[in-house]
């Protein structure tokens, strides 16, 4: 799997758009695109993936740059709940399955 | 979507003791399971993947004699921490992927925090 960069940190105010970037500047022509998001003491969620168009779903959107090498993850109207680890993740739909997991971006809802 | 369930939810065993860490797809058949370890403030790291019918694959670092891993069916898989000592404290995390094509989503379970006296 390509790797990932992501800001360490970001902040939102509740009810504001939060938008993590993602580069994945290698990635190759049949991985996919993956955001999961780990709130404090939970397993990881599946949020949104994506190969090449951007994508919404009733979590967030997810917009891909023509060329690949970076992603933002949209969270429309981020509530206090939001607040968690969010992992960006290049996948190959060949791969078994396992995932490779960075550092991700602690995201902080805040009123 | 998708459940996986694990069991116990925490435990907290003495040192030397062998702790069993279950986990469950609930309403999905998996034939390949995957532990994680998580250390605070820390992110996920892969240990191993389990394979139903087979032995288990162990990443690079993790000891197999350690942690054993069993695939007992299609929808459980166990991991054993043997002989445990306090720096295996963690929290122990296994996910079971649903594959839909060319896409697969993988299913977390809510976790097990092992605390090592």
């Known amino acids: 799997d390509a790797k990932t960069t992501q800001p360490t940190s970001m902040d939102c105010a509740e009810g504001r758009a939060a938008n993590l970037p993602c580069n994945h500047s290698?990635?190759?022509?049949?991985?996919?695109v993956y955001w999961y998001r780990q709130i404090h003491s939970q397993g990881p969620q599946y949020i949104i993936h994506?190969?090449?168009n951007n994508e919404t779903n009733e979590m967030a959107s997810l917009i891909i740059t023509e060329d690949r090498k970076s992603s933002t993850l949209i969270l429309p109207h981020a509530t206090l709940r939001d607040t968690a680890v969010y992992y960006c993740?290049?996948?190959?739909?060949?791969?078994?399955?396992?995932?490779?997991f960075g550092q991700g971006t602690t995201l902080q809802v805040k009123p | 979507g998708a459940v996986v369930s694990q069991h116990p939810s925490w435990v907290i065993c003495k040192s030397g003791t062998s702790v069993k860490i279950e986990c469950r797809s609930l309403?999905?058949?998996?034939?390949?399971m995957f532990w994680y370890r998580q250390f605070p403030k820390q992110s996920l790291m892969l240990m191993a993947t389990?394979?139903?019918?087979?032995?288990?694959?162990?990443e690079q670092g993790v000891e197999k004699d350690k942690f054993l891993i069993n695939h007992a069916s299609l929808t459980l898989s166990t991991l054993t921490v043997t002989s445990a000592h306090p720096e295996d404290s963690s929290f122990y995390i296994c996910?079971?992927?649903?594959?839909?094509?060319?896409?697969?989503?993988?299913?977390f379970g809510p976790g097990t925090r092992l605390t090592v006296l």
């Open positions: 290698t990635i190759s022509g049949n991985e996919y």
């Open positions: 309403d999905f058949q998996a034939t390949t």
């Open positions: 994506g190969l090449k």
């Open positions: 993740i290049a996948h190959g739909s060949s791969n078994t399955g396992k995932l490779i």
């Open positions: 996910s079971a992927p649903w594959f839909a094509g060319k896409i697969n989503e993988q299913f």
């Open positions: 389990s394979n139903e019918g087979s032995k288990a694959t162990y």
